[in-house]
């Protein structure tokens, strides 16, 4: 049994240690100005430093305030061929309520694009698309 279980303590440390070689695609930091919902979950305007990797399309958004992290499945690729000139978040905003929908990175023609979620699905259902809000990123 102690074999085993060092094993599966061995496996996982490789595995964490392989993810982490790949490094971070996007890691940047944003002041968002309302609250937000990513991935089901309601967060407070602050601070935030968001960042993705490239081994499981996760997205990563930690408030600079609590420290707190949520986890998004990061998406996927969207483009329109062009560079973007800044980094910048993108939310949809259905009524008062606003959904991280996009990540784009400065000078990159590619951003990352959350998939829409079941909360999201069902407050678009009762409210047409306001508007999509740009927050640029801070240094």
């Given amino acids: ?18 993810g982490s070689a790949f490094g971070q695609t996007i890691s940047v930091k944003a002041n968002v100005p309302f609250d937000f919902i990513v991935s089901g979950k309601t967060l407070p305007a602050g601070n935030y430093a968001i960042r993705t990797n490239n081994v499981g399309s996760f997205l990563y958004v930690q408030s600079l305030q609590s420290g707190k992290v949520t986890v998004a499945g990061a998406g996927y690729t969207v483009g329109n061929g062009n560079l973007a ?25 590619d951003a990352r694009e ?22 640029p990123f801070v240094r």
Avoid: C
């Fill in 85 to 109: 000139q800044q980094s910048k978040l993108v939310f949809t905003k259905y009524g008062h309520t606003y959904f991280l929908r996009q990540v784009w990175e400065g000078g990159n023609a």
């Fill in 114 to 135: 959350l998939p829409k979620s079941h909360r999201e699905a069902t407050v678009s259902a009762d409210y047409p698309l306001s508007s999509k809000v740009i927050v």
């Fill in 1 to 18: 049994m102690k074999q085993q279980v060092l094993t599966l303590v061995r496996a996982f440390a490789l595995f964490m240690v392989a």
